[in-house]
């Protein structure tokens, strides 16, 4: 398995902070098939970042993503109170496909 | 609008069967992947599994392969887990999400709100 592993596991900011996730692969990830997720407690998970670096439909330009090979980042570049949450990345290369065990960003 | 809507919450015992839903509207439900992910309590995400809903195409995380089982119906615009047997360590919510499109290679950009399992005794 491509095996996933997130950093830091939580994230302590204040609002308008910068926030820097890193998620590195134990494999490659091909072709950018790097995805990373935001869930917050009682909702589904939603997805920010596709192919490593392009913004699913109605995310805010704030989130960004970046990497490829084995490191990948996801950055918010000025955090706002709706951000605090738990992100996930996520591989679609390989099989089975796998996720990061996510980082917690909360609120300092 | 594009939506997944998930069967509702279950408490089973052990040994129990389970059937859970998911059911996809807003979209063609035949050109897209569904996949299912679990979360346990307090835990991350796990991928379980996906299926093809126009062939039934079906790939399985070793993890989950043979501890159950990924179906769909086309003409209803459904998928399904199911369980034969059930075990306390199934206890967690479990997600439907739709894949970003029809290639083998998607993340998921359509997700259910979630069906809550418990099983105990």
């Known amino acids: 398995d491509n095996v996933l592993t997130q950093s830091p596991g939580t994230l302590s900011l204040s609002p308008g902070e910068r926030a820097t996730l890193s998620c590195r692969a134990s494999?490659?990830?091909?072709?950018?098939?790097l995805a990373w997720y935001q869930h917050k407690p009682g909702q589904a998970p939603r997805l920010l970042i596709y192919?490593?670096?392009a913004r699913a439909t109605g995310i805010p330009d704030r989130f960004s993503g970046s990497g490829s090979g084995t490191d990948f980042t996801l950055t918010i570049s000025s955090l706002e109170p709706e951000d605090f949450a738990v992100y996930y990345c996520?591989?679609?290369?390989?099989?089975?496909?796998?996720f990061g065990q996510g980082t917690k960003v909360e609120i300092k | 609008e594009v939506q997944l809507v998930q069967s509702g919450a279950e408490v089973k015992k052990p040994g129990e069967s389970l059937k859970i839903s998911c059911k996809g509207s807003?979209?063609?439900?035949?050109?897209?992947?569904i996949g299912w992910v679990r979360q346990m309590p307090g835990k991350g995400l796990e991928w379980m599994g996906i299926?093809?809903?126009?062939?039934?195409?079906?790939r399985y995380s070793p993890s989950f392969q043979g501890q159950v089982t990924i179906s769909a119906d086309k003409a209803i615009s459904s998928a399904y887990l199911q369980w034969s047997s059930l075990k306390a360590s199934d206890t967690a919510m479990y997600y439907c999400?739709?894949?970003?499109?029809?290639?083998?290679?998607?993340?998921?950009?359509?997700w259910g709100q979630g069906t809550m399992v418990t099983v105990s005794s």
């Open positions: 999400a739709r894949g970003t499109s029809g290639s083998y290679h998607h993340a998921f950009d359509i």
């Open positions: 807003g979209y063609k439900s035949t050109s897209y992947w």
């Open positions: 299926i093809y809903p126009d062939d039934s195409h079906t």
């Open positions: 494999q490659s990830v091909s072709s950018f098939y």
């Open positions: 192919g490593a670096f």
């Open positions: 996520h591989q679609y290369d390989t099989s089975p496909r796998t």
